[in-house]
């Protein structure tokens, strides 16, 4: 497990657009705006604001799991977790989202929050055992109207 800085958000890119086709694939409603969002739209959207660690797992030389977290005044947020499904439960996951947790806490956050592509609701029950649970649905508007 090596930690990162948000310079080096780029070294995730290939993990990230198998997470982003993954979610395409879930979405009942939502399924073209996230296959064209872009790596570099989503960096923007993480980056704008606040402190970013990027924590990414290794099995020998190749990435396999990423967390990118982040805080912002006392409120910190996991933006981003990605697994290679190759290697999933093998506690990289878990290792990943200890160590951003930990990273978070140490900064003296009061919340941590992570939001849930609606398709992806499988990934709930991992979350859970880190004592994350449903607080509010968000409804988007699907396009065109």
């Given at each position: ?62 990435k396999v799991g990423y967390c990118i977290s982040k ?10 977790l990605y697994v290679d499904e190759g290697v999933r439960k093998l506690g990289i996951g878990s ?51």
């Amino acid at each position: 497990m090596t930690k990162y800085s948000k310079e080096e958000i780029f070294m995730v890119e290939l993990l990230w657009k198998k997470l982003n086709a993954y979610l395409s694939n879930c979405s009942v409603h939502f399924s073209k705006e996230m296959k064209q969002k872009t790596f570099e739209q989503r960096v923007t959207e993480i980056c704008t604001e606040g402190t970013i660690r990027v924590f990414i797992a290794y099995k020998g030389t190749n990435k396999v799991g990423y967390c990118i977290s982040k805080y912002n005044g006392n409120i910190g947020e996991i933006s981003s977790l990605y697994v290679d499904e190759g290697v999933r439960k093998l506690g990289i996951g878990s290792e990943l989202m200890t160590n951003a947790l930990r990273w978070l806490n140490s900064n003296e956050v009061n919340c941590i929050n992570v939001n849930v592509a609606i398709g992806n609701e499988g990934v709930l029950e991992f979350y859970k055992k880190f004592n994350f649970f449903d607080f509010y649905f968000s409804v988007h508007t699907a396009y065109p109207l």
